[in-house]
């Protein structure tokens, strides 16, 4: 700083007697007098401007010595190095315009060249976290996978490199499909940097893929707590894999923890279906009838699903039709208007054989939203009825190429599901998962038989159609979405 000051106090001096010569020129008429210790020069306009020049040189020459001295005076302060620094620094030039002129083909993705500079820059500069560094970009850049090792590995004997080169590694041994070494390294890179969001998400998704379920929440309570995490999702996220490692635990039958375990995931989030379901089978499983209930209802609260519904008939499995769709008023008052409460009033009205009921119920989501549920049930309603059966079969040929209505689908990939799961077994995405209509024509036959309905003709024999008896299953119905 200092030097700096000094430096440009220098260069306005300069001018000024730069200026104050050229007036003095002017003055005395061309010609320069200096008069210095005794001696007189004269000096013409061609001289001055020479002995301008030389005087500049002579100027940088003393600072270039005033330097030198700088460097001696620190080396006899006891800086070793500044004697050598301050002829090295040619050198150490040279090699800052390797390692920027590697940057810069690093980012034009010209890696051989990067690989080529960064080497040079290893020669020149004595600083291995700097040069190492760029060398395994470069090495990666080409897809040099060798020397990239190489590069990581020596990048961790220092403490500031050691991070970079685990992440290094951790990410080749991620691109070879080495999950395990990879699920080590991560887990030394959040121990040394618990707040790096990057880390967090990796580690989480090795973990919830090797069904360390308790890892993968500790991990999750890191990212909320370094404040990368809403609330809100943390919670939900949290519930997500309470609820697997509940589910672990009654892979093994130990009942009782599961049941905690999944209440425990019920309580943090109570919007989630796939957790309330199983919250309340275990409350089933324990006789808590009424408990049950009361996580059901407190679901279908937040929204609407078959799979609540489905839970909602276990807690009575004996019971008559016309009694479970009494019970089932519970539900069903929630959100009459709701599309999915209105097919379960009317399944359950075809169940209790109160067939106007049932069409009462569905209204027009057979015409306004035609799917293949809710062309299914009119099916079933018009058979209740006794309609003829070529009105039956139309309604069975239009709900062939009907669209399948709300599925778990994977917001990432848009895969379809046909039970909920924390990971998509498809892309591998964490807590993707949403009930939702699949994209448009995900549901359409490419052969067209769109045109079946038409084609279809009335056979001379009743075609068999399966009796919507009393006793019907109603779980099969209900969990016609699975
Ligand atoms: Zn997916």
């Not at 003055?27 to 004269?42: C, P």
């Not at 580690?203 to 379920?213: H, M, P, R």
């Not at 490692?245 to 309580?267: H, M, T, W, Y």
Request: hydrophobic content about 45%; some cysteine.
């Amino acid at each position: 700083m200092l030097w700096t000051v000094a430096r440009i106090l220098f260069f306005v001096a300069l001018v000024a007697a730069l200026g104050l010569g050229g007036a003095v020129l002017v003055e005395t008429g061309g010609s320069l007098r200096i008069a210095l210790a005794g001696w007189e020069f004269s000096l013409g306009p061609l001289q001055s401007v020479i002995a301008g020049i030389v005087l500049l040189f002579l100027a940088w020459g003393v600072i270039k010595v005033f330097q030198l001295i700088l460097a001696t005076l620190r080396f006899l302060n006891g800086d070793e190095t500044a004697i050598s620094r301050y002829f090295d620094r040619n050198r150490e030039k040279r090699g800052y315009q390797a390692v920027s002129d590697g940057l810069i083909a690093l980012a034009a993705g010209e890696g051989r060249l990067a690989l080529i500079k960064a080497q040079r820059a290893q020669k020149y500069l004595d600083q291995p976290e700097l040069t190492t560094l760029l060398v395994a970009q470069a090495a990666e850049a080409v897809g040099d996978g060798q020397k990239a090792t190489e590069a990581y590995k020596e990048l961790l004997s220092n403490p500031d490199t050691r991070f970079v080169g685990i992440r290094g590694l951790m990410k080749q041994r991620l691109a070879e499909g080495d999950t395990l070494t990879a699920l080590a390294l991560a887990e030394k890179a959040f121990a040394l940097k618990p707040r790096h969001a990057e880390t967090q998400d990796i580690l989480l998704k090795l973990q919830s893929e090797s069904s360390d379920w308790t890892g993968a929440r500790q991990t999750l309570k890191a990212k909320q707590k370094g404040g990368s995490l809403p609330k809100d999702v943390y919670k939900r996220r949290d519930a997500v894999l309470a609820l697997q490692q509940a589910k672990g635990v009654l892979d093994e039958s130990a009942s009782i923890e599961a049941r905690e375990a999944a209440i425990a995931a019920n309580k943090l989030s109570p919007d989630l279906i796939p957790a309330a379901a199983m919250a309340a089978r275990s409350y089933i499983l324990a006789g808590d009838k009424k408990n049950a209930a009361r996580v059901l209802k407190k679901a279908w609260e937040a929204q609407p699903h078959p799979d609540l519904a489905a839970a909602f008939a276990e807690i009575e499995p004996e019971e008559t039709a016309s009694a479970r769709l009494k019970r089932f008023a519970a539900l069903t008052g929630l959100h009459p208007e709701h599309a999915e409460t209105r097919l379960l009033l009317a399944e359950l009205n075809i169940a209790a054989e109160s067939f106007p009921a049932a069409r009462r119920a569905l209204g027009d989501l057979a015409q306004s939203h035609p799917t293949q549920r809710t062309l299914t049930i009119m099916a079933a309603i018009e058979r209740g009825e006794g309609s003829d059966d070529a009105v039956v079969r139309g309604w069975l040929t239009r709900a062939l190429t009907a669209p399948r209505g709300p599925q778990w689908c994977c917001d990432n990939c848009q895969a379809i599901h046909a039970a909920w799961a924390p990971i998509c077994s498809n892309c591998s995405g964490f807590d993707t998962l949403s009930w939702r209509e699949p994209p448009e024509g995900a549901g359409a036959s490419a052969t067209g038989t769109e045109m079946l309905p038409l084609l279809v003709k009335t056979p001379e024999k009743p075609a068999t159609l399966k009796d919507p008896e009393p006793e019907i299953d109603l779980e099969a119905i209900v969990r016609r979405g699975e």
